[in-house]
């Protein structure tokens, strides 16, 4: 009961965090401009400043283990979601239907990952949540790309933008500092760890300032919508925990490990959504639903652990 009660305490903060971004919004303190800028410096500034402070650990053989099983997780859970998508939304092509694929594969495993592994786990467990979201951003250049614009194929520039994005070169950068064990000079480590620390509450902000922007008589409606929460806040979690107790995974990563995958619907959904003219309506829907509801299957989760 303890983890579950930890879990909960800390989602309940975040839940927080995230209504005085809604309250913001809906004073006028945040507009769409505020909020895309706030995002804009999360991607880019605090929050790959909090992945490089997130390796100024020592290094050690099982921490670099440790790193290549989360990422081979991250591989493997990305996968089987993309064909789990596949399959059960084979029969359907509308716009709606693509966001459901996306919505399958991709969870906030940064926005509210991020804040929660660092509260749990300290700086050990955003060091592994920052190897998964690594494979995440892979995948979300190229399938996450290709599921909303009905590419077969990768482009040069879209390869470019896998290599270049800030969630990558963060980890690469940091995974050069950890293994050969260079620590940051004490003022920029401790600068970085500070800015880096703005991503939590920030996150939680924009998450509030997004679902201000949802008619709420409408948010409920709609049978697609409880579907697709369903298979990312239960039936996929479910696999993970079952398959890694099987595998016999150290409790810590487990934890980690399902925690990451059990996150809600992916803020990018509704972003991807609004760039490629699909359903951002329902996109945004499905992102303010499943994130209220993780309140509740995230503290489930662990206490399940």
């Known amino acids: 009961m303890g983890n579950a009660g930890t879990v909960f305490n800390q989602v309940l903060i975040l839940f927080f965090i995230m209504i005085i971004g809604f309250i913001a919004k809906k004073r006028g303190i945040f507009n769409s401009t505020v909020n895309k800028k706030l995002s804009e410096l999360l991607l880019k500034v605090t929050s790959p400043l909090l992945v490089i402070s997130s390796f100024q650990v020592d290094f050690t053989q099982d921490i670099l283990k440790n790193v290549l099983i989360v990422f081979a997780f991250a591989m ?9 998508g596949q399959v059960l939304y084979r029969r359907c092509d509308t716009e709606s239907c693509k966001v459901m694929k996306f919505a399958t594969v991709y969870s906030n495993c940064g ?27 892979i995948f979300l250049w190229t399938n996450g790309v290709m599921i909303f614009s009905d590419s077969k194929k990768l482009d040069r520039q879209t390869i470019k933008k896998v290599l270049l994005n800030p969630g990558i070169v963060s980890v690469a950068i940091g995974i050069l500092l950890f293994i050969f064990s260079l620590k940051l000079p004490v003022p920029v480590a401790s600068a970085v760890e500070m800015v880096g620390s703005m991503t939590s509450p920030l996150s939680m902000l924009i998450i509030g300032a997004t679902i201000a922007d949802c008619e709420l008589r409408d948010l409920f409606k709609g049978w697609n919508l409880y579907y697709i929460t369903a298979i990312r806040l239960i039936l996929i979690p479910s696999i993970a925990f079952v398959a890694l107790k099987l595998a016999g995974l150290p409790d810590m990563l487990l934890k980690v490990c399902v925690l990451v995958v059990a996150m809600p619907i992916a803020t990018t959904t ?4 609004e760039l490629y003219d699909s359903d951002s309506i329902f996109a945004s829907r499905t992102v303010v639903l499943s994130t209220l509801l993780s309140i509740i299957t995230i503290p489930l989760f662990m206490l399940i652990i």
Request: aromatic share 18%.
């Open 270 to 273: 509704a972003i991807f959504a």
């Open 76 to 84: 493997t859970a990305h996968i089987l979601s993309i064909l789990l």
């Open 111 to 137: 926005y509210m990952g991020f804040p929660l592994l660092a509260s749990l786990f300290g700086s050990i467990g955003v060091l592994y949540g920052s190897v998964y979201m690594a494979a995440f951003n």
